[in-house]
């Protein structure tokens, strides 16, 4: 049986469990109907052209988790960020973490989405905001139909979230192949502020596939500050859809750290619907063996005066593969615009390979658009210079590795993440250089 | 007489098309609307081809059948009914007019301001002319210096029959019969073309052009061109004129087919200008063209292009890389206004070692049109140290245009050098300002911007051509600046 018959044949099982004849329901029923209809996307589609889901699909992965498995705090404590000095939401086999989560309810909410859907205090900002934003592709559908748990996160106007908060869904593998689909939704209000790191870990050699669903919404002036940090097992798979839905002089930021795992997808989209939206999309991708990384990016410029920024650098080694498609839409009524959109690549061995397509697409002619993408290698000049003083052929090769992918670096605001980030750049690197960059 | 307007005109080609459909034999040169085997076989006998080439137009006939029109590309048109259309007609030997006081003064205008002189004139617009034109000596004199170097010069129906080892050994292998639909049909009911053999170490003298050409028999909407460069020899092509073409075909779909041999350098440059349709974007030609060439070792091949004319464009000039240190170069314009389409843009294959490829595309969209880059450059595992270098850049004019870009970057190799910039812009108003102040009215201040914004390109055009081509610029954008 292949996993889509599986997870259709899946869902009328699902679905009798669920919340009755609800508007959730029936938005579910469809979504199913377009994911039966689609499939899972090959690469006929020229959105997956360069991205193939064989691989990932072939494996007979459990659904829902048998049972509720538990992990010790010691074997986990390496994947948090602080130990209090963050909110937690924790996900173990895709079932919520009580023992390892830290949630409020103190003026915000940070809890989880299956409360949300299910009790009638939410009902209001469920019906605004659930399943606004998501495109209707077929995985994203899939999402949809089974979206059951995640985070939710509600910012009220003018509330500052005083320390980041952690989103991290663990799979600990003693199913042989599970496949988990979490959908977060987070709003957040007029002048808040927050801060939020999202992170999928395998802790096991099994296969894990992940189809995870975020909707984002940022209202006037609300500022989002949002980390991705892909690091997991050489067994797990991600896709990773993205949506965030941007109010007048918002402002919104996504990092993606791209390190580890066999299979990442990461589809981000950006709507720019107010005026004076600024857009930041960054991304670090450094893979090695037969990895693979697809980062698919869309800015919909819709209002004027919004200004976006891609940076991406990608290194790949090994028989890895890495794609890039960007994508800047600016709309007829979108003028002053200001795009910009930058993806450096360097192939480190022989048998790595990049696919980029970024793209410009115009209907406004007051725009100030550009975009550029390279693919080459170091500096043969740079390195001589940090050899002929002394520095080891790998470290001078990883000290420009550093150098490359600083612009990106830089600009991440939580200082702690910054110096996790850093360290893992310099593991994945293989060298340690004795100083901190 | 009264002016002779657009609208005339283009009720005039409404109405021969409509004559066409139901025309079969008044002149026993037209063939039936439709298309089949049979007249596939009818087209090659008419043209006294040896049963091979029968045999490889109905094969690609074979695969045109299983194909399916392309809709990838970011245009939109009613899609033409191929079974309404008559696949050959010799060109009409009437003139169709007998002094140059009938023709559109407006027609006649825009000669006289590129530059083209009166003889040119009357075959362009289609006049009779005098059996003693200048331009007929002027070609007997080429061929003869032609066939003094050897180098073969002539309709691909001639060549065919001249010479068919060379036609044999080289038609459809960089565009082979089931490349693309287009590709396909053309390879189906090609009419004439031209085909054009530079023997070893020859440096064609002069710049073979279609424009001496054209006394000879018209080449029709399935153009077929074959151009070889032996080791080591060199040829400057150019292909279509500056001048407005009052085509009445619809659909245009041509196949040019570019061999580079060992050390040669082939320099291909085209000056589109076909009937864009009228204001409100109707009628007007279709353009798909498949155009490759193949570099073998340390040759070179470069594309020059300016697009101005057609509905829609459809053409992606194409350099397959296969021999080390061979060197690729796209140069060009696409200008679009009104309702015009175009999709346009290069693919560079890197096969060999130390390749370089070179592409600089500029967009300039006004009116209600659309402008597409579409690129690829492909760096295969085996071609180490390749480089490749890309600029793509949009001019836009008013916000109901659109400008596109679709670059796709494939690189299978760690060696590889691929630098791709793309910028979208609009025309400063400080420069128009500028321009205001120092006595140049607007219009001309943006015809010069637009002039120095494609001027990389225009540089690589032959010195006639480049003069015309930036007058045909001007004229292209007049009136889009409102």
């Known amino acids: 049986m292949s996993l889509k018959d599986k997870l259709v044949s899946a869902y009328f099982a699902f679905e009798d469990n669920l919340e009755g004849n609800s508007p959730i329901h029936k938005m579910r029923n469809k979504a199913m109907k377009r994911f039966e209809e689609k499939g899972f996307p090959t690469k006929k589609e020229e959105a997956w052209k360069y991205t193939s889901l064989n691989s990932v699909i072939k494996h007979d992965y459990s659904i829902f988790p048998t049972r509720e498995h538990n992990v010790e705090l010691k074997d986990v404590r390496k994947f948090f960020l602080h130990d209090i000095d963050t909110f937690k939401i924790v996900f173990v086999d895709g079932i919520y973490s009580s023992f390892l989560s830290e949630t409020t309810h103190d003026n915000m909410d940070i809890c989880l989405l299956s ?9 209001a900002v469920i019906e605004a905001y659930f399943n606004k934003i998501a495109q209707k592709d077929s995985i994203t559908s899939l999402n949809t139909a089974f979206a059951k748990e995640g985070a939710y996160i509600y910012i009220p106007r003018n509330k500052e979230v005083e320390k980041p908060i952690e989103i991290i869904n663990f799979a600990t593998g003693n199913e042989s192949a599970l496949m988990m689909q979490p959908r977060n939704l ?35 002036r609300a500022f989002v500050d949002y980390y991705k940090v892909q690091n997991d097992k ?7 859809s993205t949506f965030i839905n941007q109010d007048t002089e918002s402002n919104c930021a996504v990092h993606t750290f791209s390190l580890g795992g066999k299979l990442t997808r990461n589809n981000l989209h950006f709507y720019q619907t107010g005026n004076h939206c600024e857009s930041t999309l960054k991304g670090i991708s450094i893979l090695n063996n037969k990895q693979h990384v697809d980062h698919h990016t869309l800015v919909k410029h819709q209002a004027p005066h919004c200004v976006s920024h891609q940076d991406y650098k990608g290194l790949y080694g090994g028989a890895s593969t890495g794609v890039f498609n960007g994508k800047v839409f600016v709309e007829k009524q979108a003028q002053k615009i200001n795009a910009y959109q930058q993806n450096d690549n360097i192939l480190i061995d022989d048998k790595a390979t990049i696919n980029a397509k970024p793209q410009l697409e115009i209907f406004a002619d007051d725009v100030k658009c550009s975009h550029g993408c390279t693919i080459g290698q170091f500096d043969e000049d740079a390195l001589f210079y940090l050899r002929s003083r002394g520095i080891g052929k ?40 004795g100083f901190n960059v | 007489m009264s002016k002779f307007t657009e609208d005339d005109l283009k009720k005039d080609l409404e109405n021969k098309e409509y004559e066409y459909g139901f025309y079969t034999n008044i002149e026993s040169d037209t063939f039936p609307i439709g298309l089949n085997e049979d007249i596939v076989r009818a087209i090659s006998k008419k043209k006294e081809e040896p049963e091979w080439m029968t045999q490889w137009r109905l094969e690609a006939f074979k695969y045109w059948k299983q194909m399916q029109e392309p809709d990838w590309a970011n245009v939109n048109y009613e899609k033409p009914d191929f079974q309404k259309i008559s696949y050959y007609s010799a060109p009409s030997k009437k003139p169709k007019y007998d002094s140059l006081d009938e023709v559109d ?23 009779a002319v005098d059996i003693v034109m200048d331009s007929v000596s002027v070609a007997t004199t080429f061929k003869k210096t032609l066939a003094e170097k050897g180098i073969i010069f002539c309709s691909i129906s001639e060549a065919i029959r001249e010479y068919p080892e060379l036609v044999k050994k080289y038609l459809g292998t960089v565009v082979p019969q ?44 399935f153009e077929r061109t074959l151009v070889i460069a032996d080791e080591d020899s060199y040829v400057s092509y150019l292909e279509g004129c500056t001048a407005p073409s009052r085509d009445e075909n619809q659909l245009h779909a041509a196949v040019v087919e570019l061999i580079a041999l060992d050390g040669a350098e082939i320099k291909y440059s085209t000056v589109q200008n076909w009937y864009p349709g009228n204001k409100e974007g109707k009628g007007g030609v279709y353009n798909f063209v498949t155009k490759r060439g193949i570099c073998h070792k340390n040759s070179k091949i470069s594309w020059t292009q300016v697009e101005t004319g057609s509905a829609v464009t459809w053409k992606y000039p194409s350099c397959i890389l296969k021999g080390d240190n061979s060197v690729g170069e796209f140069y060009s314009i696409a200008v679009t206004n009104n309702y015009q389409q175009a999709d346009t843009g290069t693919k560079m294959i890197h096969l060999g070692k130390n390749t370089k490829s070179t592409i600089i595309s500029k967009g300039i969209s006004a009116g209600k049109s659309q402008n597409s880059y579409r690129g690829l450059v492909q760096i295969h595992s085996r071609a180490h140290n390749a480089r490749n270098f890309s600029q793509c850049d949009s001019l836009l004019m008013g916000n109901k245009c659109g400008a596109h870009t679709f670059p796709y970057i494939e690189a299978k190799n760690k060696s590889a050098h691929i630098e791709h910039e793309a910028t979208t812009s609009k025309i400063g108003e400080d420069q128009i300002f500028y321009c205001n102040q120092r006595g140049i009215d607007t219009e001309k201040a943006i015809a010069l911007i637009v002039n ?23 004229i292209s954008l007049e009136g889009s600046v409102g």
Do not use: W
């Open chain 1, 115 to 123: 409360a949300a859907l299910s009790k009638p205090k939410y009902s």
């Open chain 1, 186 to 220: 987070i709003v957040v209000g007029e002048n808040a502020h927050v801060q939020i790191i999202e992170r999928h870990q395998s802790l096991t050699e099994n296969p894990v596939f992940t189809n995870s669903v975020t909707e984002i919404f940022a209202e006037k």
């Open chain 1, 234 to 240: 050489p067994n797990a798979s991600l896709l990773d």
């Open chain 1, 394 to 433: 790998k470290e001078a090769q990883a000290l420009l590795m550093y150098a490359f992918a600083n612009t990106v670096l830089e600009s991440v605001k939580i200082p702690e993440l910054k110096r996790r980030i850093n360290k893992l750049l310099a593991t994945k690197i293989g060298v340690s250089i």
């Open chain 2, 105 to 127: 003064p407006e027609l006649l205008d825009t000669f006289k301001r590129l530059g083209i002189s009166i003889d040119e004139q009357k075959k362009l617009a289609g006049v």
């Open chain 2, 178 to 221: 089931q490349d693309n639909f287009y590709a396909a049909l053309n390879s189906a009911v090609f009419s004439d073309g031209s085909f054009c053999y530079i023997p070893k170490g020859v440096r064609c003298p002069m710049e073979l052009s279609t424009y001496f050409r054209i006394n000879q028999a018209g080449t029709g909407q």
């Open chain 2, 452 to 474: 120095g914004f494609s001027k990389e390109v225009l540089n690589k055009l032959p010195m006639e051509f480049a003069v015309e081509a930036q007058k045909l610029l001007e």
